[in-house]
Structure formats: structure tokens, C-alpha cells
């Protein structure tokens, strides 16, 4: 497909045009593929919790520091530090460490026994020395230290847990994206781009890995963080922590604003991915036509364009993330000042809080709480955006996935038997668009080991006809049968196997020529492979080859001639060794001594086989026991070469056009 006309329009015309998932079905069909590592996702679980445990523990225990011992301290020292005794009394009364560990329950009940490991028991603050305050701080110091090491270390291994599971999704993912190409029909890439599929399967499937390998343990642990955070500060005094989430509302509603935004662009961003991945693949498949005609300047602002489209799409999406951030933020800040002047005001006034008697502990521990209760709402909403991104990657796998193939075995569909080579079209007709018929009733009998000729002009309907004998293409009337079975009753795949097919444009892969020989028949040994070779005329050149037959070759056979690679796909075809040949000659002029060879390999070939031959060699017509003129979808005239010629109709034209110049040129 040269794009020498229209660039980046035409990939608009491209874009999906399906109606956006739900995201909870969506996010349904994620947590299917990661259900499947459930035993790791439990074992993460539970790191988790331990780890927010930890991380919501430790405000509390920050706050005993500052009642317990730092205060007591420096009201002692400073002669109650110009706050009045009640200061002294109001941490003393905050200061449940000091408590028998059988009283407490929960947290402070585990934090307890920690902290009076080995027998030690917590002075009474009001009336502990000097030298048991220091040792009392230490202890607590240190059990902090090991709820931070504890939580670090479960976060580490969280960590490597989810990547080892976005990994594995992602490599079934890919996996699973892949043999579905495989399953789709042909019609579908006719109107799919080659790079959108990449795309779909490398840059798609890396953002899902990247986004719910780890994002989505974080929002979880977030979550988790959030509503146990909530807890504490309700269990610890109602009105403080009412007034510490007083802006909670408003980042609420931040969040799901920016992030209904954000996905909306992410979506956005990754189909244009797509379509600078299917510029680029077109732009280096077609690298010696673009240079041929003098298009590279074209081409590169066909690019730029398309480029241009892909930045502004991420710069959209970049641009709600980016500012999300700061917002939250900022609310973040206001919560603080709140906490922080609200609390001061009243504890230093000496008054209590709808019942809540204020010291400098439970201000340092609210200022904890609400820190550890804006971080994960921060943390949240940056990685939901994120996850965003990751959605509508998954949206456009899904729908890849959804694609249902438009060839497909019916249910219960029997194997196809050893196949004879008769083929029987009965008033066939097909069509790619609807309403726009290819092929119209096109009626004829191959009996076993015939050889057909197909010629007419270009967009008759040659090649639908040789695409509809393997079933690449199903009939929208009529029918195909194959030794009287019709090809919609049997497999396709055990039909396929058995049809042997070489194109004009022959593929060859990235490999030696051993195994692109191989490809026709997978188990075949080496020394059957060279005999492919040499009955295909092959051989010759192949024994030239640096490497001979483990010569690597070059993408699409680069290095090769059109003629030397039409032979290693003739090998190829007698290598499967089948009952029905399709072959399509190449157009393309070649040396007289490689014509010659390709003509030798195909008589070889065609011995004792069906075969059906888009023709453009005046030898292959004359040695065809039957030869179809194709016009409009319609067989217009059908014979033998003689034959036809004597009737002087719409083949007589084609032959003194096109192939009497072959014979005169043959009889020099």
C-alpha cells in the first residue's frame, strides 16, 4: 500500500471506530488474567497489609515519643515550658505505652510486647529519671527503626512479586494475541495495518505489564493505607479526625475529573502509537520504492505529521497527570495548615476538642495520620492515570482479541480425508464488500491431475478464485467441493495442509534456506529438503550460496533474485508434497536461462497434481488442459489453447497482446 496520496489522512479514516469498554469490564478481564497467579497475588496480599500496617502504625508511635518522653522532659527542664501543667497532664493522659500490655488490645497491644521484650516495663512518665527516660526512648526508637526496615523490606519483596506476575500476564498476553492473529482471516488484515498490530502487541501489552505489575499493588496498598489510616484517626478522637479529612471531598473530586479525563486521552495516544508504528513499518518495507520514485521527502512529512499527531496526543494525556499532582498537593498543604493551627489553637488554649483532650503527641500524631492519609490519595490518583493509559491499551487487545475470525470450522467440522484432487465449483459467487460482487456463478469441474489456466485482465477475479479452493475466503453463494465435500464441512486446517500453494509475491523468512524449504513440511529431513530443492531446480544456486543450504537470508529473502526465490518457494510447495497446487506466475521479467529453470520446475511440480494456475507464460497455457478467460467475475470463454485461439474472442485479443510476443521472442 504506497501512501504517496493523502499520509496522515488515511490513517484517520483507520482509527477504531469502536465504542469505548466499560472500564469495569475492562478491569474484569485483567483480574481473569491475573487470577490465574493467584497463590503470588496471595502471598502479595499479605505483604501488603503487614507492610501498611507498619507505615500506619508508626504516627501513633511517634506521638508516644513526643508524650511519653519529650514532653514530660521539657516541661521538667523548662519549668512546664510556659504552657501551664496541664500541657504535662494532657500528654501523661495520650500516653498509653506506660499501660500494662494486658489492658491494650490490637496494635498497641503487638507494640507493647515489643516494647517490653526481654522483661522490660515501661516507667510512668510522670515520675521516671533521667536514665530511664533515655532507655525508654531508645527501645521505642528502635521498634520504630524495625516497623520502618520491616515495611521496607515487604514493599521490596511486593515489589519483585507483582513484576514476576505482570510479567508472566504479559508474556500470556502476547502470547494469546498472537495465536489469535494467527486465527483471523485475511479479510482482516486486507483492512488492518501490519504496525497497529505490532503496535497492539509490544506497545500495548509493555504498558499493561508496566501499569498493573506494580501500579495497581499500589493503589490496592493505597486503599488499604487510606481507609486503615481513616480508622485509626476515628478511633482515636472522631472530631480531629473529621476536621483533618474536611478536604478529603474536594481530592476526591479532583482525582475522578482529571482521571475521567486522562483516560479519555491515553486512549486517544495509544491509537495514534499505532498509526506511527504502521507509517514507520510501510515506510521501511517500501524503502526501494520510495527511493525509486523520488517520495522519501513526501514520505518524511507524512511521518512528521502523523508524529506530530501521536506528541499532541501524549501531551494531552501527560497534561491532566501532570496536573492532578499539584492539586492534590496543594489540598494536601490545607490539610496540614488545618491540623496543625486548629490543633495548636487548642492546645495551647488548654481546651479540649468536642471531648478530645489536646496535647503536642496527638497534634505530631494527626500530622502523621493526615500525611500518611493525603499520600496514598496522591499516590492513587498519579498512578490511576497511569492505569489509564493501561486501559485503553487493554481496550484495543481486547478488541483484538473479540475479532471473531470470518472464516470459521463448523462446530463438529470432520478432518478432510486424503484428498484426490477433484474440484467442483457450483455457481459460486463471492464478494469482499457487500453488494459488490467479485466472482457471479462461476461453474466448472477439475478432474484429478488436470492442470487449469486462469488469464483475464487485472481485477477480474483470478485470484478470489484461487483463495476460495483453500478456504481463505468463504462463497456467498454456491459452493466449493473438494472430492464432493464441501470445504465449509471439513477443517480448514487439514484442508490447507494438503493444497500446496506458491504466490507471485514469494515470502521467505529472516532464516537459512534450509528451514524456508522446511516451512512446507516442518518434520522433513535435511536430505529431503535438498531433493525439494533439486526437483525444483534449486539446487544449482543454492550450492553457490556461501553457506549452501545454511546460507541465513536476508528479510523477505534479500540477497535472493525474484527468479531464485520463486524457486526456493517451488521447493517449498514440493516439499508438502500435495494433492492440489495453487500457483501464481510472477509478471516480472527474468533471465532467459532462470524463465527456463522456473518452467522446468513448474512441469516437474504439476505432475499428477490438480492444479490451478494464474498464468502469464505462453508454456503454461499451452500445456493447460483447461483454460479459463476471467473477465467481471464471469467466465467469459473456456478451452483449450487451439481451441480458444480459433474462436478469435476475448482470449484471441489477450494472446496477440500480450503472449504472441513471447512466441516470437521463444523462436529466436
Known sequence: MFHGFGGPMRHALQQESRKPRSLGETLSRFLAYFGRYWPMLLLALLTVVIATWTSVTTPDLTGQVVDCYLMPATSSSFGQFAMGGGQTQSGAANCWLASAPQTLSGTRWIIARLYSLGGFEAPDPASMTGDQRITSLARLIAVL?????????????????????????LRQLRLEVFEH????????????????????????????????????????????????????????????????????????????????????????????????????????????????????????????????????????????TAALAPALEALGYVSLAVVTGVGGYYMLAGQSLWGTVISLGLVVTFLGYVQRFNQPILQISTLWTNIQNAIAGGERIFDLLDEEPAVQDQPGAADMPPIKGRVEFDCVSAEYEKDVPVLKCVNFIAEPGQTFAIVGPTGAGKTTIINLIPRFYDVTAGSVRIDGLDVRAVAARSLRAQIGIVLQDTFLFSASVMENIRFGRPAATDAEIIAAAQLARADTFIQRLPEKYNTILGERGAGLSQGQRQLIAIARAALADPRILILDEATSSVDTRTERLIQQAFDKLLEGRTAFVIAHRLSTIRNADMIFYIDHGEVVERGRHAELLAKKGAYYDLYMSQFKRQEEIAAR
Open 145 to 169: 527503626v524495625g516497623l520502618y526496615v520491616v515495611g521496607s523490606l515487604l514493599n521490596g519483596l511486593t515489589f519483585f512479586m507483582m513484576s514476576w506476575t505482570g510479567e508472566h500476564v
Open 181 to 320: 492473529l494467527h486465527r483471523l482471516s485475511l479479510s482482516f488484515y486486507a483492512e488492518n495495518e501490519a504496525g497497529d498490530l505490532m503496535s497492539r502487541i509490544t506497545n500495548d501489552t509493555t504498558a499493561i505489564q508496566q501499569a498493573f505489575g506494580f501500579a495497581l499493588v499500589q493503589v490496592f496498598s493505597g486503599i488499604l493505607m487510606l481507609v486503615w489510616t481513616a480508622g485509626n484517626m476515628l478511633t482515636r478522637s472522631l472530631a480531629f479526625a473529621l476536621l483533618s479529612m474536611a478536604v478529603t471531598p474536594f481530592m476526591l473530586l479532583a482525582t475522578v475529573w482529571f482521571s475521567g479525563q486522562a483516560r479519555k486521552a491515553f486512549r486517544r495516544s495509544r491509537q495514534q502509537m499505532g498509526s506511527v508504528n504502521a507509517e514507520l513499518q510501510e515506510s521501511i518495507a517500501a524503502v526501494r520504492e520510495v527511493q525509486a520514485f523520488n517520495r522519501a521527502d513526501e514520505n518524511i512529512e507524512n511521518f512528521k505529521a502523523v508524529n506530530a499527531a501521536n506528541r499532541d496526543a501524549n501531551v494531552r494525556a501527560v497534561s491532566f
